[in-house]
Nanobody
Framework: QVQLVESGGGLVQTGESLRLSCAASVRTFTNAAMAWFRRAPEKEREFVAAISANGAVAYYRDSVKGRFTISRDKAKSAMFLEMNSLRPEDTAVYFC????????????????????WGQGTQVTVSS
């Protein structure tokens, strides 16, 4: 089972940037489709961005397109989320998710598609 640990969250002002990291602990990272989800206060967890196992395909929710970039580093067994032009509505706990994928180029956007989850990292954007 893949263990996932997020880091990089914090308190920033509107318009600033943060880079989240997700470290995976096992060799199967290279065969796992991965994603970021977030849960804002008093809201359900929602999809943010996904990346295929080979890193070639990425997909974003509309509200973060052009501001967030998802990536992964095979050598480090890590996934990242570069967040620019942050807004107060981006305030949430951000979760890393991973699941074994039979295709190197598939990505998934539903919570139920993912087997493994991290504990989350808090991102707070002040206005």
């Amino acid at each position: 089972q893949v263990q996932l640990v997020e880091s990089g969250g914090g308190l920033v002002q509107t318009g600033e940037s943060l880079r989240l990291s997700c470290a995976a602990s096992v060799r199967t990272f290279t065969n796992a489709a991965m994603a970021w989800f977030r849960r804002a206060p008093e809201k359900e967890r929602e999809f943010v961005a996904a990346i295929s196992a080979n890193g070639a395909v990425a997909y974003y929710r509309d509200s973060v397109k052009g501001r967030f970039t998802i990536s992964r580093d095979k050598a480090k067994s890590a996934m990242f989320l570069e967040m620019n032009s942050l807004r107060p509505e981006d305030t949430a706990v951000y979760f890393c998710a991973a699941t074994p994928s039979s295709s190197a180029t598939w990505y998934y956007t539903r919570e139920n598609d993912y087997r493994d989850w991290g504990q989350g990292t808090q991102v707070t954007v002040s206005s």
